[in-house]
């Protein structure tokens, strides 16, 4: 068996994070919180405002000197994405578009001169699943009718398409009999690895590419990438989803961490595949047993980030970009039962649950409403950042799922102009590494957050989601 070992690089911990907040105002908890009824859609709307200001606030690229779609140091490139799509959901949700302008700023100066999210000073650490989020987050402005860019610039779902395009000529047949490796470029670190984030990125687009055009060829692609992570060992028979393995030993061991994003990811992607194939039996078996295996991730109905929350131990080890991981699985979810309806009691009873214990964590640092990590924890636990934050904001607003439509495909309303060639013309390969100046915000992997290797057409839907 092979171990890996957790990655230096990200390593602020829930320890460093206390003793920077130390000086707080710990009495501010009790004078102020996010006030939270789910009764109403006023309470969950403006509790979702709070956590997202909050959030906001870490980022800086809007400022004049800066780099749009950058966060600064500690976080990393892929999380800005990710944040852009936690606000373009809000944006859904609420009707509140104080942050569109910012959004589309962001994504748009990020998309790099092929258009396709590989801007040459990520080249360092460029992993696929880094560029993935970002894909889906243009997928998400797509399907959710977010406003689209002006006429000469690059659109939501030729973005998205671009990234699809891209990340189906790296499959990888040499090695393994397919998949995605966790890097693009064999200079960088990790190469040899191939992690289930990236995979599952690339299932979750194909499904949902899938859905919005109609286009059998992404749905092909969506089961063509289920049956190799099925068939590789990256998903066992109970539906936990390991982290990743290794190419270099044919893919015949594996990192059997298991994280709440990678649950969260295909189960969103078999979601859509259930209502693309009007309620194939198959794919409602098997999101029932993702959904049954995501009871790793709940403590009495509430979410936890089990591998580094110390639910056991009580240490928490969750580095930066592990604290954003229950956003994700939040939004999954949520979008999930908007694709297979009959998923929704069981998945909302958690949300719900999760919602209220996440605000009771809203109630640190001189505000009073600064979220925590542990929503096991009934007071806040001293912990702040952008993951913090966006996983408070995307629980609570998940709560609006009943009020809002599903997502919109080209045959229902979709605005957003698409470019199947998008991304076609292969990777330019840099001569090496990125040798400008990058610094911390610069850095990219979302496969680097959890460990570094060591070793070197379809009709319309079933329904019309509601």
Request: include cysteine.
């Amino acid at each position: 068996m092979r171990f890996f070992a957790p990655s230096p690089h990200r390593a602020w911990t829930s320890t460093t994070r206390a003793g920077l907040l130390g000086t707080l105002l710990l009495g501010s908890q009790m004078a102020s919180a996010i006030e939270l009824n789910l009764d109403s859609t006023d309470s969950i709307k403006a509790a979702a405002k709070t956590c997202a200001e909050g959030m906001v606030k870490f980022y800086t690229g809007y400022r004049p000197g800066d780099v749009p779609g950058n966060l600064p140091a500690p976080y990393y490139w892929w999380e800005a994405g990710a944040m852009f799509g936690g606000l373009i959901d809000y944006w859904f949700y609420t009707g509140d578009s104080q942050f569109n302008e910012i959004v589309t700023q962001g994504m748009l100066h990020q998309v790099g001169p092929d258009i396709n999210y590989m801007p040459p000073n990520q080249s360092k650490t460029l992993g696929n699943d880094d560029q993935a989020f970002w894909g889906m987050a243009a997928m998400s402005a797509a399907e959710n009718r977010f406003p689209d860019p002006p006429a000469d610039k690059p659109q939501w779902l030729a973005l998205a398409q671009a990234v699809f395009n891209g990340q189906a000529d790296r499959w990888d047949a040499a090695t393994c009999n397919g998949g995605l490796r966790w890097q693009i470029y064999s200079f960088n670190g990790g190469y040899n690895y191939k992690n289930t984030i990236s995979n599952g990125c690339f299932f979750n687009l194909a499904a949902r590419l899938a859905m919005y055009t109609g286009n059998q060829t992404y749905a092909d692609w969506a089961i063509k990438m289920w049956d190799w992570t099925e068939r590789i060992g990256l998903i066992s028979p109970e539906y936990q989803f390991f982290d990743g393995t290794d190419s270099n030993n044919n893919c015949s061991d594996y990192n059997h961490i298991t994280w709440s994003y990678n649950n969260g990811v295909y189960m969103l992607g078999a979601a859509n595949m259930y209502n693309l194939t009007k309620g194939d039996e198959k794919w409602k078996t098997r999101l029932e047993k993702i959904i049954t295996a995501s009871d790793y991730f709940f403590a009495n109905d509430i979410m936890s980030e089990t591998a580094c929350e110390g639910r056991d131990t009580g240490k928490v080890t969750c580095n930066v970009d592990q604290r954003s991981f229950k956003a994700y699985l939040s939004r999954w979810m949520a979008q999930t039962t908007k694709m297979a309806p009959f998923t929704t009691e069981r998945i909302m009873r958690r949300l719900r649950t999760s919602a209220m214990a996440a605000a009771k964590q809203c109630t640190g640092g001189e505000s009073g409403t600064t979220c925590g990590l542990k929503w096991t924890q009934p007071t806040w636990d001293g912990a702040t950042g952008v993951g913090e934050q966006m996983s408070a904001m995307e629980v609570i607003q998940t709560n609006l799922i009943s009020k809002v439509a599903g997502p919109v495909t080209n045959a229902t309303g979709g605005t957003s102009k698409g470019d199947p060639a998008a991304g076609t013309g292969g990777d330019v390969m840099p001569l090496g590494p990125y040798t400008g100046k990058i610094t911390a915000g610069d850095r990219v992997g979302a496969g680097f957050l959890t460990f570094l290797v060591l070793t070197g057409v379809i009709g319309g839907a079933w329904w019309m989601v509601a």
